[in-house]
């Protein structure tokens, strides 16, 4: 099938060679984990534990706090520590479940399902939601709200979002490689929610292996294909995957299921398999410790809660004196300030980098060049969009569809005068959308 | 006790491409090399002594302005050199020593740095000082005298081409794309401005945006406009001679004077395109393209506001309407 894509976007380093060749290894955490209470998008989860209380590997520590939101369960078996805030690797301080593990990894006893397709759509949804199955690839927007669309038989697309398109990251690119089976398995069990959907798996060409893998074992299979797409970031962006796989165009007031599609990375559906058909919920998930500082950077399956810090150790620790550390990808990851942060449901790597040249480039004057426009995939003009945040000029952002920015970063990356638009644009639109917000609260009370 | 190391932490994206303004400026130079290197050929050391001293006094009037107002030095960006080399290249090489020197003081202080350096100016430097040296020095700026055979009355007339065309004779078009004519120094040959152009394309330092849209509709304007129909020979003399391709390339694609927006791009080129023919077969001189282009680049902002570019996935307003009722 002929390679799709998107108009705009960059190709930063990939660097996904030092890591992509590393077999997935299980890693048990010692001592103590960490479970924020806010490990998605929505209301945070209520705990259910108490200091002191003994808890099992796979049991709920956490109750969702409404119907967007998702529960949280331990990866350990151990006894709680306390429930207080603690830094997470977006910089927040957030409530959290702290748990010393007993090194026994007793577990809760969970249910497999012999025949997932004999369930209900509402059995299956209702597994996904008890499982805490959050989109995994960063977002965090809870699984079953996703999979809850107004018009479920107006979705025709339930597309794998397999790009992995940031750099250094090859969690999704092992789970693929080494269980292609339980990947296609979540796909099937969400087709099972969507009579008049096709299944795709769309796939970067720099992952060859993995497209053809697929490709075959799906030679059979009516409702799923394999779309290979360009490698290109942000392939994986929700509206550029859509526009690759469909050719349909949304923009930030559409949901995807208003272009008939839903999108689910690796990870989510891998996820989703887990707690449908094993009964598993959201406890482990892959992660990429990797960069030029690491000594042996590879990827590991995690347990939910496990530090940074401990992680990097497994990875060998460091080799060279790391200027950043990144919980994420280079392009859209958060610096660290530390490792004393836990993982979470969506957290994905941890990249060291000896060089942050990023840091140290001089900003020189806008030469109005464009090429901040040929890279944004969303069309817009970052450099005015800038400049209208610069100088507080709400009306003119909102004008050239600030709003729309989807913050990857491609902007800032190829800004031959090193100006940082994107940082510029996110600070604005935050502070445009949190306007209208009070706006709306405040119309709400008058009424 | 374990020293702490301290992290950076800044905003993401925490990586970016190796291009910077003076990379791309480097560029436009070795661009530029095919077109000055054939201008020295042609019209011999003088001109070599020009595109010194313009060079030269570019940089130094930066450096100087920078020191006196206090700012960092930008010299190194390299866009004072190529506002130096440009506007050498649009000066005929018969000027004296000091008209260079003046013009590039000009481009440089005037035209750019008052209104706030590199990025801020509304005009094109090199064109702005040119267009100021041919309205205060017009009998130096068009005195072609200095090529050999020129006074050959059967080769060129007693003029550049683009005057032989304006004066009704055909011109030997062949000559003209190779460019061993008389004309400014930079501009005569077609074939080593394309070259440096190809270069530019390739580099992905402009697009064909503003020249492609610009070359076509002069070319459209001069076959309707210009009295001569289909005559290839005066199409090609028109296209060949006088600023036409380095202004298309070099000048037109200036990334500070020419909007931002894909579609005000095009919009521009069609307008330099009008213009040029306008100044050229409505005017009293042959040429036409140095005006049409500081015109144009007054219309920038205004063209810019015009064509702000949907975003993504954001509809025509009439069709969403329609589809909201």
Redesign the interface.
Known sequence: MSLRTFKGGVHPFEGKELSKSKPIKELLPKGELVFPVSQHIGAPARPLVAKGDTVLRGQKIAEAGGFVSSPIYSSVSGTVTGIEKRRTATGDMVDSIIIESDGNFMEAGFTECDDVTKLSKDEIIKKIQDAGVVGMGGAGFPTHVKLSPKEPDKIDYIIANCSECEPYLTSDYREMVEEPEKLIGGMKIVLQLFPNAKGVFAIENNKQDCIDKISEMIKDEDRLYVQPLLTKYPEGGERQLIHAVTGRDIYSKMLPADAGCIVDNVATLMAIYDAVKLGIPVMNRVFTVTGDAVCEPRNFRICIGTSYQELLDAAGGLIHDPKKMISGGPMMGFALYGLDVPTTKTTSALLCMTEDAASEYETTACINCGRCVEACPERLVPSRLADFAMHDETEEFEKWYGLECIECGSCSYVCPARRPLAQYVKTMKKQVLAAKKKAAAAAKAKK | MEEK?V???????????N???Q??MACVIIALLPATVFGIFNFGIRALIIIVASVAAAVLSEYIYCKIVHRKN?TR?L?AVVTGLLLALNLPSSVPIWLPILGSAFAIIIVKELFG????NFMNPALGARCFLLISFAGLMTDYSNYPGFNDKNAFSGATPLASLKAGRTVDTMRMILGNIPGTIGETSMIAIVIGAIFLILMGVISLRIPGTYILTFAIFTIIFGGHGFDMNFLVGELAGGGLMLGAFFMATD??T?P???TGQIIYGILLGVMTGIFRFFGSSAEGVSYAIIFSNLFVPLIEKAT???????RKPKKAKKEAA
């Open positions: 190391k992290l950076n932490v800044t905003a993401s994206p925490h990586v970016r491409a291009v910077d303004t990379k791309i930008t960006d866009s350096g590199l990025g801020q990334y500070v020419s931002i927006t894909p702000i570019p949907r975003a993504f996935g954001i």
